[in-house]
Every structure is written in structure tokens, then in C-alpha cells.
């Protein structure tokens, strides 16, 4: 998605190197999706990561 | 340091590509000399590849990371695209950062009309983290 708009920043975070920044986002399983208020545990589909951000701009 | 079985598959992910590709290193301390070594192997496979590091400079360059160690993706005008790494990609992350120059290199998005048109129509910025650990 990032490398289709400039309007996405999107940035794989090594949970081990940044451990803080782990903490805050409450990681305790990876991968897991941050995306503002929205939390997602577990690989994600397209086109349901597509779904959840449709909603979560709603 | 990569197998011939992996240098023949990165060989095979660039093949046809002509975009030069562009990375950002942006160091914290001295550069892991597993990725050193990886990045130098991966530079020999892909002449399109151009790879810049510097030491992460908290004042000049939190508008292109926050954090350091990052990998920043550079964009075809040699701008920090939105693609980044906090901390060195390994392991399955690697292959992700391999898969995303190739991408670039090809200049191809592999995304579905749905989503293509949701991007198209965005009026905010999104940013998105995704948390992995290194396997």
C-alpha cells in the first residue's frame, strides 16, 4: 500500500530491537498490525485489512 | 552467506526489472556484519541496486525514521518512500525486503482493484506498524 500512495507510510517494526515501542503497542504476539486505534493480531488477508480500514475511517 | 539456491531466486525476482532501486541505511551504532555482508552479496546480484548508509541523525532524519537502525526504500527521485524497516530485516523479514526491491524495481504494485481505488480516493494520511520479531 505504501508504495502505491504517499499518503501510506507503512514500517515493519522488529519487536526485539524495540522493545519500548513494542510495550506501548501492547505486542504480545507478532505479526501485529497497528494502524491508529486499529489493533490486529495475526497475518491479515488484503482484502480483510482493506475491510477493517475501510471501517475504521469510517 | 546466502545459498546458490537463494542467490539464483534473487536473480529470478529482479530479472526484467529496470527501475534502480534505492535503499537508506540509517545506522545506529556499527551495522550488524551479518546484514553488512548481506546487503553487499544482494548489491554483486542486483547492479540496480544503490545502497546509501549513514548514521542516524535524531534532529535531521526523524522526519524519514523515527527510530534507528532503519531501512528506508528511496523512491525513483531518490525520495524516502513510505517503505521502511525499524531495525535490520532478517530472516522472513529479509525475504519481505528482498520481494519490496524487486517490486520496486519492476515498478509493480501487487494489489487488488478494491484497495487500489481505496488508496486512490484517501484523503488522510495512514500509517501503518507492523510488529515482527526476527526468525
Redesign the interface.
Known sequence: ??????????????????PR??DL?Q?RG???????KLHIEGAVP??QL?AR??AS?L | MLRPEDRKAVEDMFAGGEREVGVLVLTQGEMPEQFRDVLAELGELVPLLRVTQRPWDEAADTAISERAPAVVLLDEAGEPSGVRFSGYPGGYEFGIFVQDLADAAHGRVELSPDTLSFLADLDQSIAIKVFTTPT
Do not use: C, H
Open positions: 500500500m505504501a508504495m502505491a500512495s504517499n499518503k501510506v507510510v507503512a514500517e515493519a517494526v522488529d519487536a526485539v530491537e524495540f515501542l513494542a503497542y505486542v507478532v505479526p501485529r498490525t497497528v494502524i491508529g488484503e482484502g482493506l480500514l475501510r475511517l
